[in-house]
């Protein structure tokens, strides 16, 4: 069975959620903490074993390409000013993987921009994120359900317990237990309505695909908004072969609502030894109003 070497990082949305922010600038590049929220997402990859990534972008997106490059007139001054550990993380970020930039021209789903990366992922399973989603773990998500691939065979999603209230903005699977946090996937339904749900776990923005899932998209009729829907592909490739959920060990936060991001920085920001005490004390010290 082919290893997982390649990922597909989804990153041409518009970012509505968090408007105004992201009027003029890439939502995928908001901060969090310190870091862009993409970085997150790629050094996931990296870390889990992944050595290409392709970034599906969009026009107004240059901000994405232009933070894992090369600047070499940043390096040279942090090294003319002696500040090598900034120098070392900067050459670090170019360093993370082979990264590949194909474009997405119009908006026509999810499933459509995955499509836009088939003749760089060619005939090999990858790995797909939704940047969206920052996962903190160890090991990491994406190595988690790597293994669960490689042992299995199958296209792996990643799932996990939604409240009611928050059904209906998820993919949720129907399926068989097949081991301790994997199911086998019998159907998925996209954002159904509550009463009409066949379980709790939702989609979220980790898979594991087999190559198949290009041809099964190619022929997937555009549906609600007139879009390619990656799930409905997904639903397809389970009539050809198995496809497992997977319920990964770690903490996610949804950084495409001002919440979550919020939250995300503030919790990822108490894990850091660096600033974790300060803000700790200032959160403890904060006046709230009842």
């Known amino acids: 069975m082919p290893s997982v070497r390649k990922a597909v990082v989804l990153a041409a949305g518009y970012g509505t959620r968090l ?3 992201t009027k003029a600038q890439p939502k995928e590049t908001l901060p969090l903490v310190d870091k862009p929220i993409i970085q997150y997402t790629v050094e996931e990859a990296a870390a889990s ?5 392709v970034i599906v972008t969009a026009a107004g997106k240059r901000a994405v390409e232009d933070h894992f490059d090369r600047t070499w007139e940043l390096e040279a001054t942090l090294r003319e000013k002696g500040d090598l550990e900034r120098l070392r993380e900067i050459q670090r970020i170019a360093d993370l993987a082979d990264i590949v930039y194909v474009r ?3 908006q026509k789903g999810v499933g459509h921009a995955v499509l836009q990366a088939k003749h760089v992922v060619g005939n090999e399973p990858f790995a797909l994120f939704f940047p969206d989603d920052v996962i903190v773990a160890d ?4 190595r988690q359900m790597i293994d669960v691939f490689e ?4 296209s792996v999603l990643a799932v996990q317990q939604v409240a009611d209230a928050e059904v209906e903005s998820y993919g949720i699977v129907a399926g068989r237990d097949d081991g301790e946090r994997i199911m086998r ?15 709790r776990l939702g989609i979220v923005g980790r898979y594991i695909l087999t190559p198949e899932i290009f041809e099964e998209l190619e022929h997937t009729a555009p549906g609600k908004g007139r879009e390619i829907q990656l799930t409905d592909g997904i639903a397809s490739l389970l009539e050809r072969q198995p496809v497992y959920a997977y319920q990964f060990e770690g903490r996610r936060y949804d950084t495409g609502r001002p919440l979550g991001l919020l939250t995300a920085a503030i919790e990822i920001g108490l894990r850091r030894a660096d600033i974790g005490p300060g803000l700790r004390e200032f959160l403890r010290a904060l006046p709230l109003d009842d």
């Open 19 to 21: 408007l105004p922010a």
């Open 49 to 53: 074993g992944i050595s290409q990534v």
């Open 104 to 106: 997405q021209a119009e």
């Open 139 to 142: 090991p990491p998500c994406t």
């Open 151 to 154: 042992e299995r065979g199958g």
């Open 185 to 199: 996937i019998s159907g998925l339904v996209e954002k159904p309505r509550l009463e009409e749900a066949p379980s």
